[in-house]
Nanobody, 127 residues
Framework: QMQLVESGGGLLQAGGSLRLSCAASVRTFSRYSMGWFRQTPRKEREFVAAISWSAGSTYYRDSVKGRFTISRDNAKNTVYLQMNSLKPEDTAVYYC????????????????????WGQGTQVTVSS
């Protein structure tokens, strides 16, 4: 099982930008589809964005479309989440996740679609 380490979280004002990174400790990173989820104390962990192993397909929850961009660099074993125009409701712990499952496309927005998870990075957006 791979290890995933997120970084890039922080505290900022509404309207600002952050780029989260997730580094994977596996030689076959290019075989994994990747996702970002987020969680607050009051909510279940929810899907934010996902990218296929080839980066040919990306997916977003409706509330972040047009503001967030997921990307990956397979040479660096890293997936990114560029977050622009941040809002207070984006405040959460953000987790990256990796999927080696063959049914990822149908489960890409669900926690069960992923095999490995990082420890999370806190993003706090003040109004």
């Amino acid at each position: 099982q791979m290890q995933l380490v997120e970084s890039g979280g922080g505290l900022l004002q509404a309207g600002g930008s952050l780029r989260l990174s997730c580094a994977a400790s596996v030689r076959t990173f290019s075989r994994y589809s990747m996702g970002w989820f987020r969680q607050t104390p009051r909510k279940e962990r929810e899907f934010v964005a996902a990218i296929s192993w080839s980066a040919g397909s990306t997916y977003y929850r409706d509330s972040v479309k047009g503001r967030f961009t997921i990307s990956r660099d397979n040479a660096k074993n890293t997936v990114y989440l560029q977050m622009n125009s941040l809002k207070p409701e984006d405040t959460a712990v953000y987790y990256c996740a990796a999927a080696s499952r063959g049914d990822w496309y149908s489960n890409r927005a669900l926690k069960r679609g992923y095999d490995s998870w990082g420890q999370g990075t806190q993003v706090t957006v003040s109004s």
